[in-house]
Nanobody
Framework: QVQLVESGGGSVQSGGSLRLSCAAS?????MGWFRQAPGKEREGVAS???????IYADSVKGRFTISRDNANNTLYLQMNSLKPEDTAMYYC???????????????WGQGTQVTVSS
């Protein structure tokens, strides 16, 4: 059974840092982070594949770093210089094909809340 379990969310002040983790039940080729703020659509934050390719949303470039530990099937998102607009539920997602293809049908975690206060 496919499982993705996120952890590491919390509340921080603007400028602070958080590190999210996503433990996967097995290895996936592509893994990524998405977020959804109240009243907004879910948006992609960052993704990475087993070949080391990484994609970031423009809004997080230079502040967030995605990484993965393939030996432990774990995905991370280091978030620095957090802003109030980063406040959202953050979801881990994973799939077997390219990160550039649709994420429809991917496996999703239950989400972890990140709240940044000004």
């Amino acid at each position: 059974q496919v499982q993705l379990v996120e952890s590491g969310g919390g509340s921080v002040q603007s400028g602070g840092s958080l590190r999210l983790s996503c433990a996967a039940s097995h290895i996936f080729y592509c893994m990524g982070w998405f977020r959804q703020a109240p009243g907004k659509e879910r948006e992609g934050v960052a993704s990475t594949d087993s070949d080391g390719r990484i994609i970031y949303a423009d809004s997080v470039k230079g502040r967030f770093t995605i990484s993965r530990d393939n030996a432990n099937n774990t995905l991370y998102l280091q978030m620095n210089s957090l802003k109030p607009e980063d406040t959202a539920m953050y979801y881990c997602a994973a799939k077997y094909d390219s990160c550039s293809r649709s994420w429809r049908g991917s496996a999703w975690g239950q989400g972890t809340q990140v709240t940044v206060s000004s």
